[in-house]
């Protein structure tokens, strides 16, 4: 079997280049071109190994001035687990004032990963 | 005079021009904001990719607001007057006139040296798209959606169908769906999507929702609910195609097709328009052709990164410190831009010739080109020329001009943005 091409755009800036992944027979990467710059050959390795994304959703606040507060994953989360922490996340309710950095949820569904707080929303 | 500077809207551009001015020694620095909070729209988007370039790290939109906030909240310069609604600005002979309403002071009538327009940009609403059929609620705005879900904590449907691909349109897909909604196609007029690639990538095809290029919704159906939409291709003249058409059941469709600058302040207080932008006509200092009277951010025109908009804003701070501080000077000379062979408009729109810093020329095309060079050319002589690996309408290019070029062009020039074919 020949070597394989992998195409796929670049999300890690908004530039979106198109990379170029080339694989071996037993799924080795030789090569990653397309890319204008460092991050762009990470990117291209890990989503092959292990696609990453960074999540970001809201929680349930109590006594806020807001009904919900917004959160994200701290570092990029493996895309196959979003939908699972969204699913624990509704179940997740914190109490006003909260602010920037917060933790909302410590290791998310076992990924190691701390979702926390993106806004400050104080007490009603 | 009441205040030195007033600036109207309290968002990314507000703040950031007002901390600028701050930075530059103007002491009396007022924020007018329509909101009960400083941030702008910047409070609901969520999502992260902001400050990639101005932070070197990627924050989501409450934290890149927050970062300025503090910064605003702790400067004795710079008050702020949130819930207050702008009714009119009076340009005068050196000083302007800011007239504003509010719960707590009532009718305000503010004078001030200088103001500086931020009041963002509005989504196109359903009335400009002209689809044909019953009004049955579950058609909203994108960014309406947005509000209901990220801060409401509200969802505002199950099936969803989306029409355009602006940004915030393929964010609510991503949102949406997480949050257990079925997002079955975004339909897409042109034949290229008008958001970031970024975000088709992680928002469409991360959950695999179609993204239908040259296609519309061309009717709604429902009585008091949405009940589903009818979808159909459409040609090159962007017309529907007879027998394309297909029945999609959805209770909800999200228009998410196109943003534009809010200026009725502007066009009431008589500062002229760019008809391309929809903002303001506006030098490098961001100073619009009312003296005293500057405009930043997507008032001025739609950017597609907050970053530049902190960017931009800031110049406009620095110029309204410069205006506060010593007026317009005495002999100016303006080099009109212009886009032309593809390019759809340059901001600024004039480049005053005696610049003492390099001018940043932002502009965009009208279509997608691989592998095309750009550049800004005077009359037959080149300025500058820069390979691009890729253009697109969804994306702002930037290309800059060095101050002893501006100096050595001849009085009636004209700087042109173009793509070299
Ligand atoms: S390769 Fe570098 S420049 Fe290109 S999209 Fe990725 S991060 Fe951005």
């Not at chain 1, 969204?86 to 920037?100: F, G």
């Not at chain 2, 990719?49 to 932070?55: A, N, Q, T, V």
């Not at chain 2, 939409?229 to 998410?256: F, K």
């Given at each position: 079997?020949p ?21 071996s ?7 990653v ?8 050959d ?20 109590t006594g806020?001035t ?19 922490i ?9 109490p ?16 190691g990963?701390?979702i ?9 | ?6 600036v109207?809207g309290?968002?990314?551009a ?10 530059n ?56 007057k ?14 302007h ?13 503010l ?9 963002g ?13 019953s009004?049955?609620?579950g ?37 949406m ?14 034949p ?11 928002c ?9 290029l040259s ?29 394309t ?77 410069a205006?506060?501080q010593?007026g317009t ?20 729109q ?5 610049a ?27 300025l500058v020329?820069?390979?691009r ?15 002893e ?17």
């Amino acid at each position: 079997m020949p070597n394989t091409v992998r195409e796929m755009i670049c999300i890690a800036c908004p530039l979106g280049c198109g990379l170029k992944a080339e694989l071996s027979e037993s799924g080795e990467i030789l090569s990653v071109t397309g890319n204008s710059c460092k991050r762009g050959d990470s990117y291209a390795r890990t989503e092959i190994t292990n696609p990453t994304r960074s999540f970001t959703s809201t929680v349930k606040l109590t006594g806020g001035t807001r009904p919900v507060v917004s959160v994200k994953s701290k570092a990029p989360v493996p895309k196959g687990k979003m939908a699972d922490i969204a699913e624990v996340l509704k179940s997740v309710t914190l109490p006003a004032p909260v602010q920037i950095g917060d933790i909302a949820l410590p290791d998310a569904v076992g990924t190691g990963v701390d979702i926390v707080v993106t806004d400050r929303v104080s007490a009603a | 005079m009441d205040y030195e500077l007033i600036v109207i809207g309290g968002g990314p551009a507000g703040m950031a021009a007002a901390l600028e001015a701050s930075k530059n020694g103007v002491k009396q620095i007022l924020i007018l904001e329509r909101a009960e909070t400083l941030g702008g729209i910047l409070v609901q988007c969520i999502h992260t990719g902001f400050g990639l370039h101005y932070f070197g790290e990627e924050l989501s939109g409450p934290e890149y607001a927050g970062r300025f906030v503090v910064q605003v909240e702790e400067n004795p310069d710079i008050t702020v007057k949130p819930d207050t609604m702008v009714l009119d600005i009076v340009p005068g002979e050196g000083s302007h006139t800011v007239i504003a309403v509010n719960k707590a002071d009532g009718l305000l009538e503010l004078s001030c040296k200088a103001v500086v327009l931020a009041m963002g940009c509005r989504e196109r609403p359903r009335g400009a798209l002209n689809i044909a059929g019953s009004r049955p609620s579950g058609i909203l705005s994108a960014g309406t959606a947005q509000k209901y879900v990220n801060l409401d904590g509200y969802m505002p449907g199950k099936e969803v169908v989306i029409l355009g691909s602006g940004d915030i349109g393929l964010i609510m897909a991503r949102r949406m769906t997480l949050e257990g909604a079925k997002v079955k196609m975004c339909c897409e007029l042109m034949p290229y999507s008008s958001g970031l690639t970024r975000n088709i990538v992680q928002c469409l095809d991360d959950f695999g929702i179609p993204l239908k290029l040259s296609c519309t919704v061309i009717g709604v159906h429902g009585r008091e609910r949405l009940e589903g939409v009818t979808i159909a291709n459409v040609d090159e003249n962007r017309r529907p195609i007879p027998g394309t058409e297909e029945y999609v059941p959805c209770d909800l469709l999200l228009l998410s097709v196109g943003l534009i600058p809010e200026n009725e302040l502007s066009r009431a207080a008589g500062v002229s328009m760019d008809r391309v932008t929809n903002g303001p006509v506006v030098g490098q200092d961001r100073e619009t052709d009312i003296p005293g009277i500057f405009a930043c951010g997507n008032v001025l025109h739609v950017h597609d990164l907050v970053d530049f908009v902190t960017l931009e804003s800031q110049q406009a701070g620095k110029g309204a410190a410069a205006y506060i501080q010593k007026g317009t000077p005495a002999e100016r000379t303006f080099i009109p831009t212009k886009g032309v062979n593809g390019v759809r408009y340059v901001v600024p729109q004039k480049v005053d010739k005696s610049a003492v810093e390099p001018v940043k020329l932002y502009f965009r095309v009208g279509e997608v080109h691989k592998n095309a060079q750009v550049r800004v050319r005077c009359g037959e002589t080149e300025l500058v020329k820069k390979r691009r690996p890729r253009l697109a309408p969804g994306e702002m290019e930037d290309l800059i001009v060095k101050p002893e070029q501006l100096a050595s062009l001849p009085p009636n020039a004209v700087l042109t943005v173009e793509i070299v074919k």
